[in-house]
T-cell receptor, first 113, second 109 residues
Framework: EPEVTQTPSHQVTQMGQEVILRCVPISNHLYFYWYRQILGQKVEFLVSFYNNEISEKSEIFDDQFSVERPDGSNFTLKIRSTKLEDSAMYFC???????????FGPGTRLTVT | DAKTTQPNSMESNEEEPVHLPCNHSTISGTDYIHWYRQLPSQGPEYVIHGLTSNVNNRMASLAIAEDRKSSTLILHRATLRDAAVYYCILSESNYQLIWGAGTKLIIKP
């Protein structure tokens, strides 16, 4: 069964550093998402991406965040200058055309020290 | 904010049916009702979704009230592997999911 993959599984970075979280959505999917989950809290929507542009973004997704689909297979989330409060699990998800089922990756645990 | 209300936790015995309730009194005509679950230390997993009619799939059944202001996720025969947090989510045509706190389902052997 096809699956969404994410790398790395765990990223440790120092405050102020840039990080790029990578996702490979399911190959024929068209809609892509990033969510985050701070430890012990609920899942929060960050951004949706369709047709090579952002469809919607939440208040969390400020100017420090950006997304890109650089090569038709990868979908990346960049945080330009990480803060301690960016420490969380980051999940990528994708949806195929004509479907409503979001397939989630296993997540990347980001730890900012 | 999440537009659904779920109990914080529920317990059930293994191999018995489980009924997880969800209230969504402010649902609009275009909102779909989605259920996802999150097993410990894993990413969320799709369970089922519906609009007006009851739905069945290999994982579960979804019973939707006639006025659509509530729904129930039914696991027909719970196993220990079904222990997870179950989220009831309303989603419009943009597919965006706004998550609540969910129901933590505890399965007793």
């Amino acid at each position: 069964e096809p699956e969404v993959t994410q790398t790395p599984s765990h990223q440790v970075t120092q405050m102020g550093q840039e990080v790029i979280l990578r996702c490979v959505p399911i190959s024929n999917h068209l809609y892509f998402y990033w969510y985050r989950q701070i430890l012990g809290q609920k899942v929060e929507f960050l951004v949706s991406f369709y047709n090579n542009e952002i469809s919607e973004k939440s208040e969390i997704f400020d100017d420090q965040f950006s997304v890109e689909r650089p090569d038709g297979s990868n979908f990346t989330l960049k945080i330009r200058s990480t803060k301690l409060e960016d420490s969380a699990m980051y999940f990528c998800a994708s949806i195929g055309s004509g479907n409503r089922e979001q397939y989630f990756g296993p997540g990347t645990r980001l730890t900012v020290t | 904010d999440a537009k659904t209300t779920q109990p914080n936790s529920m317990e059930s015995n293994e191999e018995e049916p489980v009924h997880l309730p969800c209230n969504h009194s402010t649902i609009s005509g275009t909102d779909y009702i989605h259920w996802y679950r999150q097993l410990p230390s894993q990413g969320p997993e799709y369970v089922i979704h519906g609009l007006t009619s009851n739905v069945n799939n290999r994982m579960a059944s979804l019973a939707i009230a006639e006025d659509r202001k509530s729904s129930t996720l039914i696991l027909h025969r719970a196993t220990l592997r079904d222990a997870a947090v179950y989220y009831c989510i309303l989603s419009e045509s943009n597919y965006q999911l706004i998550w609540g706190a969910g129901t933590k389902l505890i399965i007793k052997p």
